[in-house]
């Protein structure tokens, strides 16, 4: 068999009876493919500790600015304003409020957390038992899946999603929203248990069973160890990926539904394909200064790749173009969660991705991205991030003032706890709690 960068990283040699011809090895736009002879592979990845609320926690003087805009936020709470009926809009719309649930819990504000409760019981329900306006999930027996009103009218409706494109962007949103709302609300947990699990078994199911109404594991790719976006389309190029942190988000969100619900075995398989999405992304969309797995042209031009393809890598996003370094930053970093701390572990790419990306914050049209450049600045440099954090006068519809804020004053405290870079790929163990 040929192995890949990530796999020889992730090789076990004490487990696997294997010998790597290290001599033995062939160029492809992955990187060298090296040679390994044996019967079997045993590949480790490093755990990933799935969390509700922060690694490090917040600071207490921090405290009473993230509960005013906490407070503000869960104020201007409204399903009636909402007036999307997208499925991907609409998820991270309900994903972000259900960030407020856990931010209140975290700074031990839990005056709000019913109004948050509220808000998702009625933005949820209708997804869930068929009654929403507009849209809604249907089964498709054809294909073994779940797929929405909207989707099943046209191609380009929901961005594809009735032809299998990006389920797990989708439902990932959804996921994390039911299992905030689980863990807040177990009684409604259980009584919608069977639609949440569909919702997962959709994307991430690894039953046997020949009767199965879900192919197993719909979108992740386990030669590859990341997942594919594309779904029934036919490209030149192959299957594409574009945003790695929203296929983290999808996995880590499986974790906490299983936390929410006490099922060990979702937490371990959602945990365990959480790790390998982010050991992925490091590998082949981040793009560091002086690494030789791309061509040098590329390498100077690029920290982040926008899209990904089976035989290609673009610079630009379907969305946006080269130029515009804000939106390629952040479609690698939203939705802005605990795990995106283990993504961009690397302290030293962190500062990188900002330095590239800072220029193309003068252009118009950037407020909603500023905020994932702010986020990454305030890993390497927290300086005056929190009063840039301030100063932004709108957030990406998936993010919020008091996100940013819990995000910015949960970090930047090596000094004080004496901390360092958790290296090239490191991960929670790294970090001093």
């Known amino acids: 068999m040929l192995a890949h960068p990530l796999h020889l990283r992730l090789l076990s040699r004490e487990d696997s009876r294997v010998t790597v011809l290290e001599d033995f090895k062939y160029r492809s736009i992955d990187g060298d493919l090296v040679g390994v002879v044996g019967d079997s592979w045993v590949l480790r ?46 998820g991270k719309l309900i994903a972000r409020v259900a960030r407020l649930a856990l931010i209140a819990e975290e700074v031990r504000y839990p005056e709000v957390i019913p109004a948050v409760g509220k808000y998702l019981k009625s933005t949820i329900e209708p997804w869930l038992d068929g009654t929403f306006g507009g849209n809604g ?75 199965s109404n879900y192919p197993r594991l719909r979108c992740f790719d386990l030669y590859k160890l990341h997942s594919w976006a594309g779904g029934l389309i036919e490209s030149a190029d192959g299957r594409l990926q574009e945003s790695t942190s929203e296929a983290v988000n999808a996995y880590y969100s499986a974790a906490l539904m299983g936390m929410a619900y006490g099922d060990t075995h979702l937490v371990a398989v959602g945990s365990t394909l959480a790790a390998m999405e982010i050991q992925a992304a490091q590998t082949w969309w981040h793009v560091r200064e002086g690494d030789n797995l791309y061509e040098k042209e ?59 990306a800072y220029p193309a914050l003068n252009k118009e049209g950037t407020e909603g991205w500023k905020g994932f450049v702010h986020a990454l600045e305030g890993i390497c440099d927290r300086g005056g991030v929190p009063e840039k954090v301030r100063s932004l006068s709108g957030f990406d519809d ?10 910015i004053h949960s970090k930047g405290a090596e000094e004080e706890t004496g901390c360092t870079d958790g290296g090239k790929y490191g991960w929670f163990g790294h970090y001093c709690h």
């Not at 500790?49 to 690694?55: A, E």
């Not at 439902?171 to 299992?179: M, R």
């Not at 919020?400 to 995000?407: A, D, F, K, Y």
Request: hydrophobic content about 40%; aromatic content about 14%; some cysteine.
């Open 45 to 90: 990845s490093r755990p990933v500790s799935v969390t509700w609320h922060s690694i490090r926690g917040v600071r207490k003087e921090s405290r009473d600015e993230i509960i005013r805009a906490l407070r503000r936020d869960v104020e201007s709470l409204n399903p009636a304003a909402i007036t999307t009926n997208s499925s991907y809009f609409y």
């Open 137 to 211: 999930f249907l089964y498709d027996a054809k294909w073994g899946g779940i797929i929405t009103k909207r989707g099943s009218t046209g191609p380009s409706e929901d961005f594809g999603f009735g032809l299998y494109n990006a389920h797990h962007y989708h439902l990932g949103y959804f996921l994390y929203a039911i299992a905030v709302l689980a863990k807040i609300d177990p009684a409604w947990g259980r009584k919608y248990r069977p639609q949440a699990y569909s919702l997962m078994a959709d994307f991430m199911n690894l039953g046997r069973k020949t009767n």
């Open 298 to 356: 590329f390498t100077k031009e690029n920290r982040v790749v926008g899209i990904l393809w089976a035989n290609r890598r673009d610079s630009r996003l379907r969305s946006a173009g080269a130029e515009r370094k804000d939106c390629r930053l952040g479609i690698q970093v939203l939705p802005l969660l605990p795990i995106t701390e283990v993504l961009f572990s690397d302290i030293q790419f962190a500062k990188q991705l900002v330095d590239w």
């Open 398 to 407: 998936g993010n919020s003032m008091s996100n940013l804020l819990w995000w």
